[in-house]
C-alpha cells in the first residue's frame, strides 16, 4: 500500500514487475508536497502492463485532501476497508 508517495523512481526502475505486487496507492488531489503526477503516472503505467498483467493495481484521489491521505485511509472513514483487502492477498 502506498500512500501519498512518489513512485516514479520506482517504476522507472522496476517496471511492469511491480504489479506482481498488489498495489493500493491513496493520494490527495491537492497535495502540495507530493504532487498527484507522481502517482497518478507510474500507476496508470503498472494498469497498462501486459507483461507480467498486474495482479491488483488500484488508485483512489481523494479530490480535496492536500498530503495527509493516510488519517482517512488508516481510520476507514473513507469508506475503503483496506485491512481486509490486505488480508485478501498472500505470497506466492
Known amino acids: 500500500m502506498l500512500i501519498a508517495g512518489h513512485a516514479t523512481d520506482a517504476f522507472a526502475q522496476a517496471g511492469c514487475a511491480l504489479g506482481r505486487v498488489p498495489i493500493w496507492a ?5 497535495d502540495s508536497t507530493v504532487p498527484k503526477i507522481h502517482i497518478v ?12 498483467a498486474p495482479v491488483d493495481v488500484r488508485l483512489t484521489i481523494y479530490p480535496r485532501t492536500d498530503h495527509d491521505a493516510w ?6 472513514s473513507a469508506g475503503h476497508d483496506i485491512y481486509a483487502w490486505l488480508l485478501g492477498h498472500e505470497h506466492p
Open 26 to 30: 491513496f493520494h490527495g488531489g491537492t
Open 41 to 52: 503516472t507510474p500507476i496508470t503505467g503498472l494498469k497498462a502492463s501486459t507483461d507480467p
Open 71 to 76: 488519517s482517512r485511509t488508516y481510520d476507514l
